[in-house]
Nanobody, 124 residues
Framework: QVQLVESGGGLVQAGASLRLSCTLSGRTFSNYVMGWFRQAPGKERQFVAAINSIDRIVYSDSAVGRITISRDNAKNTVYLQMNSLKPEDTAVYYC??????????????????WGQGTQVTVSS
């Protein structure tokens, strides 16, 4: 059984930092591209960043400069370090896993497995 379990969300003030974690079980972690997405109320799910097993990384334009994705293949875990958080970063953050086949990494339908999400709330 495949599971993606996120943690690290919470309520913070603007300017603070958070690190989200997501652990994959039930599959060989190194075979998967790991992505982070977020979804604010009333909005579509939005790509944040993705990373493959050899640390090729793609960021959304809004993530560049404030957000860093990384992974620890020995721990089957992907991380999302978010700095200088803004109220507009408030959303449920989801991690997802997809195979290394064709398709853009920023497209939700290309991902095979999803976590349950973790809430990030940034107050002004």
């Amino acid at each position: 059984q495949v599971q993606l379990v996120e943690s690290g969300g919470g309520l913070v003030q603007a300017g603070a930092s958070l690190r989200l974690s997501c652990t994959l079980s039930g599959r060989t972690f190194s075979n998967y591209v790991m992505g982070w997405f977020r979804q604010a109320p009333g909005k579509e799910r939005q790509f944040v960043a993705a990373i493959n097993s050899i640390d090729r990384i793609v960021y959304s334009d809004s993530a560049v400069g404030r957000i860093t994705i990384s992974r620890d293949n020995a721990k089957n875990t992907v991380y999302l370090q978010m700095n200088s958080l803004k109220p507009e970063d408030t959303a449920v953050y989801y991690c997802a896993a997809r195979s290394t086949g064709p398709g853009n990494w920023d497209t939700p339908p290309t991902y095979d497995f999803w976590g349950q999400g973790t809430q990030v709330t940034v107050s002004s």
